[in-house]
């Protein structure tokens, strides 16, 4: 049976395991729906000797995440969603790190292929799936319950060797290395105003004062939200942010017939008004147009998919494997960052290089 952890001994006797394991398997379960950030609920651990559920509900954890720092693999599937609860509780990311998917997407699979999918196709084994939308914030959880948050570890180190071993013979292990090296940029967990900001691809349609208006209106609701543990979008949705910063109110009064600005978000009208008359500063920068590719660039654009295009089919991979959209959209701009050096740059060679040197 697997163990539940919820003391501080039991805790401290697992931190020490996984400090000294060559590999440790980690998944996490956690709500996001009804707080600003994710709530983390349970921690489920795989060691050589192990499967630990860690509840995190009733202890401080940071004796375990810790030792989730030290140089054991960190192995885990989709690992982004755990990688960000670490990077926002610790403020950095522990390596070295193996994700199932990223080895399963270079050998061909979907981008999205699942874990309980994955253990079906390469290991045969069936995982229940019955208690997908439980809510791990209960408790007592029940020995089915635990059962079924250990089978997302626990099949994980077997899973982990059998892909390994797939890469190897491709010659793809570097790769994967280098794909799982770039989980590690806390680039891709930082939420701050500015990653908040470039959701809102409309914004430069909004005059000047209003753009300032809106930025303004960001910040008042990520202080709201954070301060009040909610989620941004139980304040206000980035539509109605945008539809208030367009009528630019100076006046409570001017706030109600606002499209989709329920009674309740009401109780914030004065400090609406407040923000929107202070405003951003001057210097803000504000929304910029994504200009459409010139010819020359869209000439670049098209030689450089049909490349992108004939390399993944050669290779068997889902095109996105090798390049994003926007990835092959910067490359034509003058911008070919991710191709530069590694794995992308050694398959795309020179062709790409000749293209990217073409006028």
Known sequence: MDQFIAGPEALEALSREVWNAPWVAIDTEFLRERTFRPRLCLIQVATPDGVYCVDPLAQDIDPLFAALEGGAI???????????????????????????????????????????????????????????????????LSEEQLCYAGNDVRHLPMLHERLVQQLTELGRLDWFEEECGRLLSADRYEDGIGAVAARFVYAHQLAPPAQRALWALIRWREQTAR??????????????????????????????????????????????????????????????????????????????????????????????????????EAAARGNPAVFHSGWRHAVLGREFDAIMATR
Request: proline share 6%; hydrophobic share 40%.
């Open 227 to 328: 301060r009040l543990d909610r989620p941004r979008r139980w304040i206000l949705s980035d539509e109605v942010l945008m539809r208030i910063a367009a009528r630019h109110p100076a006046r409570v009064q001017e706030l109600h017939g606002i499209k989709g600005l329920a009674p309740q978000a009401l109780r914030f009208a004065g400090e609406l008004v407040a923000v929107i008359a202070e405003g951003a500063p001057q210097e803000t920068p504000l929304w910029q147009p994504t200009m459409p590719l010139g010819e020359e660039e869209q000439r670049r654009f098209d030689a450089l998919a049909t490349l992108i295009r004939a390399k993944a089919e050669s290779l068997g991979l889902a095109t996105t494997v090798l390049a994003t959209r926007r990835e092959v």
């Open 74 to 140: 960190k192995i885990g599937h989709a690992l982004r969603q755990d990688l960000e609860i670490l990077h926002q509780r610790r403020g950095r990311l522990p390596a070295p790190l193996a994700d199932t998917q990223i080895a399963a997407m270079l050998l061909g699979y979907n981008d999205q292929t699942g874990y309980a999918a994955l253990v079906q196709s390469e290991l045969g084994i069936t995982l229940d799936k019955r208690h997908t939308r439980t809510d791990w914030s209960r408790r007592p």
